[in-house]
Every structure is written in C-alpha cells, then in structure tokens.
C-alpha cells in the first residue's frame, strides 16, 4: 500500500528545483522582439459608475480590494504566434494612488501602439486617439459626413449625419 508523504508534497511546491525542464518549443520571445498580440480582458464582473467602469470588465480582490483588468495576451503573427501572457493592468488601490497611475500609463501605451500615436504627440488627433469609446466599440461614421475629430456635442454631430446645421443657439431648430 501506497503512503502519501505530506511533507515530501509540500517540499515539491516550494523547491522546483527538481521539476523537468518545459517542453523544447517554448523558448522566451527575446528581449527588445516586438509582437504583435491581441488583448482580450477576462471580465472580472465589478461595476463602478462614478469611475466609469461599466459592463463588468473590471475585477476587485477579495484579499486587497485593488481593482483592476484581468488582461490576456495572445501573440497573433510571427514565429512566437499563439503565445499567450497575462498581467493585471491597476484601476484602483486602497494603498494610494500608484496602482491606478501605472495602469493609466499602460493603457495609455497600448492606445499609442494600436493608433500608431508617438508617446509625445499632444496634437488634437492626438489626444482623441487617447480616448475609449465608452460603449465598448470603435466609432463609425456611415453618414461619410464627419471629419475625423469632432466636438463632442451630440446635437451637432446628429445634425451633421443627417446634413443639417444646428445653429449655436440651442432655442434655434435645425434647417436644411
């Protein structure tokens, strides 16, 4: 009969220096490779309507309370294709402020990678490059009538797509 050795177990998850090597394959993508991933955030299903985090995407640690997005990697071209890395990206942290300042600043840096931004453009295109479409999908203009940046003022904007003007003044109505 088989005995099972607590202590043994309980070395093996605490010393790997004895654990097999991974599989050949698997080699680290090299320092300084840049590659191309897809993010997918794993829903964490935490809501903050005064912070605007909606629909769930944040999770809050039942150990800290830091809130933050659970974020996936997944390298989609390239010899390292289907590698797959994860890392929280920090919202929020009842020890201060830090948390949430190098979450921004990361966030802030994938934007400037997937809209082709440099970190010290200030421009305009710029800075609305910077901003998240709060509904969770790009903005499309299928009126063909909308300049790439526009200000934000629903009423014109509408008036806009449907080639109308909308006076300045907000008593006026609209004319063809």
């Known amino acids: 009969m088989n005995t099972y050795d607590h202590a ?5 998850w605490s010393d790997f220096n004895d654990a097999e090597a991974q599989q050949s394959g698997f080699d680290l993508i090299p320092r300084g490779i840049s590659v191309p991933v897809r993010m997918t955030i794993k829903p964490g299903g935490h809501d903050d309507h005064t912070q605007g985090w909606t ?3 944040a999770t809050q640690s039942f150990d800290t309370g830091a809130v933050y997005l659970a974020c996936e990697f997944v390298v989609t071209d390239g010899p390292f294709a ?6 929280n990206v920090g919202l929020l942290s009842p020890k201060g402020p830090t948390w949430g300042q190098m979450g921004r600043s990361f966030i802030r840096a994938v934007l400037n990678s997937a809209r082709n931004v440099q970190p010290q453009d200030n421009s305009p295109q710029a800075a609305a490059a910077r901003r998240i479409n709060s509904f969770g999908y790009p903005s499309k203009d299928r009126s063909g009538r909308l ?3 526009e200000e934000p003022h629903l009423g014109r904007l509408i008036a806009k797509c449907l080639g109308q003007t909308l006076s300045a003044n907000p008593n006026t109505e609209h004319t063809n």
């Not at 043994?8 to 093996?12: G, M």
């Not at 289907?82 to 890392?87: L, V």
């Open 147 to 149: 300049d790439p940046i």
């Open 8 to 12: 043994t177990a309980a070395a093996s």
């Open 82 to 87: 289907k590698r797959q890395m994860w890392s």
């Open 55 to 57: 629909g769930g995407y």
